[in-house]
Each structure stands twice: as structure tokens, then as C-alpha cells.
């Protein structure tokens, strides 16, 4: 019990207190690594942890929106050092968090990919409509726009369900 209180406790500590100081450049490893001999498990949660920063890296690359990927990297940092932290002071780290807050990351950034490409296909798919036919688009190009702001504020859910409704509306206008 007194473990569980001691593990609440650090999390709390650094989510409320050291969740500012973060940032994207400062993720890659955890404070007095040097000093200290991680378990594999450790070890192996950093490796992913490197791997989501990279990811995430791609996403910038690309051009696409972080933010959402960069908070849950943040959140999943402070939870490793306070089990880091947890481990170094003889207690059992549990990193199942951290795992989740990882694979949440990479299915973001899958997400975004397949949205960004599927907004792409649709305008270019306007574009091809526009030039080869004359019916009226203002409707499914409206969507689209709504669709394209959507994912540029990383709602990717949202923005999936414009693109559907796009071509909904291109195939009304027919």
C-alpha cells in the first residue's frame, strides 16, 4: 500500500510540478541516466521512448501538427522518470502507462498520415471534377475545407468523417 501511495505520489509530483520545464528537444533521455543502472524493462520503454520522439519528428517533417503527439510524449517522459525514480529507490516500476501513452503516439501518427493523404486524394479529386465536369462543388468543396481545418487542429476523427461527407456531396451533385 505504502508503495502505491509513494508511486502516486512521484507521478503527481512530476505531472503538476515539472510538466512546464519539458519540450520536445529536452525528451531524449531521463535526468542522471549516467548515474544510474536502469532494469531492461527501463531500458527498453527508453528505447520506444526515442522511437516515438523520432515519429513524432516525421510528423513535423511533413509539416502536420504535433502538438497533441508532443503532450502525450511529455506526459509519457514524466511518467517513465517517476518510475525510473520509483526503481531507484528499491520499488517495483510499473511502465505500463508509459507502453500505452507510446502506442497511443504511434497510432496518432498513423492516423495522421492516412488522413493527410486521404485529404490530398479529395482535393485533388475536386480539382479533376471541376476541370472535367460542370456540376456545382461548392458544397463538397465547403466540406472539404472544413475537412482540411479539422486535421490541421489534429482532430483526425472529425476531419476523417468531412472527407467522407465531401464525397457524399460530390456524388449528390452528379
Given amino acids: 500500500m505504502f ?7 512521484i507521478v503527481l ?5 515539472l510538466a512546464p520545464s519539458y519540450s520536445l528537444k529536452q525528451i531524449s533521455e531521463p535526468k542522471n541516466i549516467s548515474q544510474y543502472n536502469m532494469s531492461r ?5 527508453l528505447e520506444m521512448l526515442k522511437n516515438a520522439e523520432n515519429e513524432i519528428s516525421e510528423v513535423l517533417e511533413i509539416g502536420y501538427g504535433i502538438k497533441k503527439l508532443n ?3 511529455i506526459s509519457a517522459k514524466q ?3 517517476a518510475q525510473v ?26 492516423k495522421a498520415l492516412e488522413i493527410g493523404d486521404q485529404i490530398s486524394t479529395l482535393e485533388k479529386y475536386i480539382r479533376d471534377k471541376e476541370t472535367s465536369s460542370k456540376i456545382d462543388l461548392s458544397k463538397a468543396k465547403e466540406t472539404y475545407e472544413s475537412a482540411k ?3 490541421y487542429n489534429e482532430r483526425y476523427a472529425e476531419a476523417e468523417k468531412l472527407v467522407e461527407d465531401a ?3 460530390i456524388s449528390e451533385a452528379e
Fill in 3 to 9: 508503495k502505491i501511495k509513494l508511486t502516486v505520489i
Fill in 13 to 17: 509530483l512530476f505531472l503538476f510540478v
Fill in 41 to 45: 524493462q527501463a531500458l527498453d520503454t
Fill in 71 to 73: 503532450d502525450t510524449l
Fill in 79 to 81: 511518467l517513465f522518470d
Fill in 85 to 110: 525514480a520509483l526503481e531507484r529507490q528499491g520499488g517495483q516500476p510499473n511502465f505500463k502507462l508509459v507502453l500505452d501513452m507510446i502506442d497511443e503516439i504511434h497510432k496518432t501518427k498513423e
Fill in 149 to 151: 481545418n479539422e486535421f
Fill in 167 to 169: 464525397y457524399k456531396k
